[in-house]
């Protein structure tokens, strides 16, 4: 078992130090103004008009790196930075949310599988760890085949949803963000020097839910190895 506190230590590690990068790449990428002088709303807006939707909305939320499509109200939210504000971070940020509408549009397959998790996974990660905890001290450990055990596992089954969801997650944030470069590039939205900076900023960004998919995973293997571990 030391291996796996050892991983989910290095796995911790990663977060932080992706998370901390992440964080320092857009603030140097906002520093870099756009020369078309587009805000973050406008360039949201007209890559919805150029990928022929026109039933989403573009909208300010509150906070900081709270941007997110919503596709039950088809509402591309963006954080008030972002709205506001005319440079490369804002531009690579609003593309991608845009590049979520656009997959919604076009019935992108692995959008649809998540948007169908996102329920089922709202529920049972409130209670898969206490579930096999609990399973736990009831004795599934010692391997008892009582109900402690089948609680155990009802846990890790409910955590195998959030596993799956964190790697199902991972091509639907890769292909919004190719296809917000895409449309940038193609459309002359930018220049190099703001293509650069928007290409790497996005390229952090996906890296989060990479180590987050791995954490998970590793969560999952530890919690398999203690429930199903000393069973013969």
């Given at each position: 078992?030391?291996?796996?506190?050892?991983?989910?230590?290095?796995?911790?590690l990663a977060s932080?130090?992706?998370?901390?990068?992440?964080?320092?790449k857009f603030k140097?990428?906002?520093?870099?103004?756009?020369?078309?002088?587009?805000?973050?709303?406008?360039?949201?807006?007209?890559?919805?008009?150029?990928?022929?939707?026109?039933?989403?909305?573009?909208?300010?939320?509150?906070?900081?790196?709270?941007?997110?499509?919503?596709?039950?109200?088809?509402?591309?939210?963006?954080?008030?930075?972002?709205?506001?504000?005319?440079?490369?971070?804002?531009?690579?940020?609003?593309?991608?949310?845009?590049?979520?509408?656009?997959?919604?549009?076009?019935?992108?397959?692995?959008?649809?599988?998540?948007?169908?998790?996102?329920?089922?996974?709202?529920?049972?990660?409130?209670?898969?760890?206490?579930?096999?905890?609990?399973?736990?001290?009831?004795?599934?450990?010692?391997?008892?085949?009582?109900?402690?055990?089948?609680?155990?596992?009802?846990?890790?089954?409910?955590?195998?949803?959030?596993?799956?969801?964190?790697?199902?997650?991972?091509?639907?944030?890769?292909?919004?963000?190719?296809?917000?470069?895409?449309?940038?590039?193609?459309?002359?939205?930018?220049?190099?020097?703001?293509?650069?900076?928007?290409?790497?900023?996005?390229?952090?960004?996906?890296?989060?839910?990479?180590?987050?998919?791995?954490?998970?995973?590793?969560?999952?293997?530890?919690?398999?190895?203690?429930?199903?571990?000393?069973?013969?």
């Open positions: 078992m030391i291996g796996f506190y050892i991983l989910i230590g290095v796995i911790a932080w130090l992706v998370s901390n990068t992440l964080k320092n140097k990428y906002s520093k870099i103004q756009l020369r078309n002088g587009m805000s973050g709303a406008e360039i949201a807006e007209k890559m919805l008009a150029d990928n022929g939707i026109f039933d989403v909305k573009v909208i300010s939320t509150p906070g900081r790196l709270t941007d997110h499509y919503n596709p039950a109200d088809k509402t591309v939210n963006l954080s008030e930075s972002v709205y506001n504000q005319r440079n490369a971070a804002a531009a690579a940020v609003a593309a991608h949310e845009c590049g979520h509408a656009v997959q919604h549009a076009q019935a992108y397959s692995y959008l649809t599988m998540r948007s169908k998790l996102v329920p089922v996974v709202s529920v049972t990660s409130k209670f898969s760890q206490w579930l096999v905890i609990g399973g736990l001290i009831m004795g599934a450990a010692s391997g008892a085949t009582g109900i402690g055990f089948y609680i155990a596992v009802a846990g890790l089954v409910f955590m195998g949803f959030a596993t799956v969801f964190s790697f199902i997650t991972l091509p639907v944030e890769y292909d919004a963000s190719n296809r917000a470069l895409a449309w940038l590039k193609n459309k002359n939205m930018v220049s190099q020097e703001e293509l650069a900076g928007a290409t790497d900023a996005l390229t952090w960004a996906a890296r989060t839910y990479l180590v987050a998919a791995l954490g998970s995973l590793a969560t999952l293997l530890y919690w398999g190895m203690q429930i199903l571990g000393g069973r013969d």
